[in-house]
């Protein structure tokens, strides 16, 4: 019997106390209580739930996976974290066919890169890791094994990529058509040896900067990938001039050639260019001061499709070249002679007469040519001519701006350092045409010395106070 009461009273106090937590549950904070029913909604959704959300259940999901298909990188991430629909959507491999990681170039580790790998999967075809100085090897193996249809490769200052990255490039990435390896100081002959023999669809290569490439790993890239249009050369100091003497016959798909900087270019090298790559419509010898007027007699003779041709610093190129160049190469539209300190008026005049097509002109430095030969420059030129550099020619005056004052189609003007034009004329010119940019600085004016009053027996620094 007492043992019968006891569980009476037990199970009164159970009561009790379990109306009293009743109670004390309806006076929670209701920031509290919206927690805690969130939490239990999230830990308590099985996987399947549908998100009753009103734009997913307005739009259908072939529409929102085409607006994903427009964001960047940042946008998908942050879109991936929504909602679970979302998430879905977004991290889908059709909207990864394109990743540019340049942004988050610090923080972009080895394992970042493989996941999104697994993610991107064969949907992947354009990758940029410019700037990920972190990324080695084994991240490029996992992209290269589960992307095969990548077509769009920039590892430019991916400082940590070897031969070993580019031997996985030729196994696996057979549709490669774009590779960037510029600043990627550890690529030598061997991984252009594999590129070559696994890609050959290849049509972009920069190696800009790379000391190790000799001039067999130029040669297997020419001879191997036969649909080359680009060559990006600069600063490859292990080349020599014979580098294109054996694969000469072999280059005639080659449109762009960039050679900034190879010193141990002459006019064999650009001989050796201008009868192989007959359809060079791109040239850049900047800075290649061994070459002379042989390699513009070459050019003239042979590349008829130039229309841009860069040779800032090359010294030993005058007169006679340029007349040969301006004959043979009508359709030249862009050309840069900055520092060529031979160059005179004979050649502005063989160029104004002979390359109707010219719209940008660089004379900065050529310390020889007048305003008669920039008077016939803007007379010939008067609706193309749209760039015109003429920083330091210290022989150019005020009348030089008063013959470009005709130009339609000019849009800058550059006179650094042009001792002989006034700053009225500029003024003057700008008032006329306030649609040209025009660039020039003129030193300011040296303030006047004091006179030092001059008073026996006082010392200077009684002078001063």
Not at 193 to 204: E, V
Not at 223 to 235: A, H, K, M, W, Y
Not at 300 to 312: F, I, Q, R, T, Y
Not at 385 to 414: F, G, Y
Request: a positive charge; proline letters at 2%; glycine letters at 4%.
């Amino acid at each position: 019997m007492e043992t019968a009461d006891r569980r009476s009273a037990a199970a009164a106090a159970n009561s009790r106390r379990a109306k009293r937590l009743a109670q004390q549950a309806h006076k929670t904070h209701p920031v509290i209580q919206a927690k805690q029913n969130q939490m239990y909604l999230i830990t308590s959704r099985s996987q399947v739930q549908v998100d009753n959300s009103l734009i997913n259940r307005v739009l259908p999901k072939e529409v929102l996976l085409k607006v994903f298909s427009f964001l960047d990188t940042k946008a998908l991430c942050r879109s991936a974290q929504v909602c679970r629909s979302w998430n879905v959507l977004a991290l889908d491999g059709s909207n990864w066919q394109r990743v540019d990681l340049f942004t988050f170039q610090r923080d972009v580790k080895t394992s970042v890169v493989e996941n999104l790998a697994r993610r991107c999967g064969g949907f992947l075809k354009e990758l940029s890791l410019k700037g990920c100085e972190n990324v080695h090897d084994s991240a490029l193996r996992t992209f290269t094994s589960r992307c095969p249809n990548l077509e769009h490769l920039s590892l430019y200052r991916c400082k940590r990529v070897t031969d070993a990255s580019c031997e996985n490039l030729g196994r696996y990435c057979h549709k490669l058509k774009y590779l960037n390896l510029e600043n990627c100081s550890s690529i030598t002959d061997r991984a252009l040896r594999y590129i070559g023999d696994g890609c050959p669809s290849l049509t972009y290569l920069n190696i800009s900067w790379c000391d190790a490439v000799q001039d067999r790993g130029v040669q297997v890239i020419i001879t191997s990938c036969v649909s080359l249009d680009t060559l990006i050369l600069r600063g490859c100091e292990g080349l020599t001039e014979n580098v294109f003497g054996p694969v000469e016959t072999q280059m005639s798909s080659l449109k762009k050639l960039n050679m900034l900087q190879c010193f141990q270019v002459t006019d064999t090298t650009v001989r050796n260019i201008a009868n192989g790559a007959k359809l060079i419509e791109y040239l850049c010898l900047s800075n290649c001061n061994q070459i002379t007027d042989r390699s513009l007699i070459a050019l003239g003779v042979n590349s008829e499709h130039l229309k841009a041709l860069e040779l800032s610093g090359c010294i030993l190129l005058g007169d006679n070249g340029f007349i040969q160049l301006a004959k043979g190469c009508k359709h030249l539209e862009r050309l840069d002679i900055e520092d060529c300190s031979l160059v005179s008026d004979i050649t502005i005049n063989s160029l104004a007469n002979k390359c109707d097509a010219l719209h940008e002109l660089s004379l900065s430095h050529c310390e020889l040519i007048t305003d008669e030969s920039i008077q016939n420059l803007a007379t010939k030129h008067r609706d193309t001519l749209n760039v015109l550099e003429l920083d330091n020619c210290p022989q150019l005056t005020d009348a030089t701006l008063s013959n470009l004052r005709h130009c339609r189609a000019l849009k800058r003007i550059d006179l650094y350092d042009c001792q002989n034009v006034s700053k009225e004329a500029i003024v003057r010119f700008q008032h006329q045409r306030a649609n040209i940019e025009i660039h020039a600085y003129f030193a300011p004016v040296t303030p006047p010395v004091d006179p030092v009053v001059n008073r026996g027996g006082i010392c200077r620094c009684c002078v001063i106070l």
